[in-house]
């Protein structure tokens, strides 16, 4: 596994030299994957949502159809505009440039319903993906949701997509944020965390490394 987080310029070489280097146009399971995601969001009215790593906007345009308005964020410029002429004549979706977690937005992102992050953590430390987890807790609402999503298969990226997942739910679990809906795909799996009492987390990784 590479050892730091994955540079802007790792994203931006991949998306140069394939518009849609993991087929989310194409692939069987990003289509299932994103019907399923879908069907996970809460059952309450999202006004605002926003989604981290939103590539070159396949589950960006799907998810607009659920939101009052989406903020989309990624590192990459050739993604973005792939992204912004996909969802073209949506006025209420928006896209915004940034590394994260350093450059994490959040003035533009305050006050959402929800933060969705599919396919993203495993390639952050698991340093960078506490501190993600603490600036996404401070822009959603008390009663918002956080969606996160993994690959669940091998990878050479920091973290495996189920240590990512550990990581940014142990973090959230510190400050009350727990989760309401867990499940395992084929290849993936999904969690959601809302606000809560300060209950167990039973399983998952160690502090150490966190």
């Keep these: 596994m590479s050892a730091g987080t994955w540079k802007p310029e790792v994203f931006e070489r991949l998306f140069q030299d394939n518009p ?20 996970s969001l809460p059952a309450s009215p999202i006004f605002f949502a926003v989604e981290l790593g939103c590539a ?9 159809q659920h939101c009052g308005r989406v903020l989309a964020v990624d590192a990459s410029e050739n993604a973005l505009a792939i992204a912004g002429r996909r969802c073209e004549g949506q006025e209420h979706v928006s896209f915004l440039k940034a590394f994260l977690p350093s450059d994490y937005p959040a003035a533009d992102a305050s006050g959402c ?20 987890a603490g600036m996404v807790m401070e822009s959603l609402k008390s009663n918002g949701h956080i969606l996160i999503v993994n690959w669940t298969g091998q990878t050479d990226t920091p973290c495996t997509g189920s240590e990512a ?25 999904i969690d959601r965390l809302s606000r809560s009492g300060n209950s167990p987390l039973s399983g998952g990784l160690s502090d150490e490394g966190a």
């Design 20 to 39: 849609d280097p993991w087929g989310f146009e194409s692939s069987p399971y990003e289509r299932q994957k994103l019907s399923r995601v879908l069907e």
């Design 56 to 64: 070159i906007g396949v589950g960006t345009l799907a998810l607009a």
């Design 113 to 132: 319903d929800l933060v969705l992050i599919s396919e993203l953590l495993y390639f952050l430390t698991p340093q960078d993906i506490r501190s993600l």
């Design 165 to 189: 997942a550990e990581y940014f739910i142990r973090a959230c679990h510190e400050r009350h944020w727990v989760p309401d809906l867990s499940e395992q795909g084929e290849g993936y799996r």
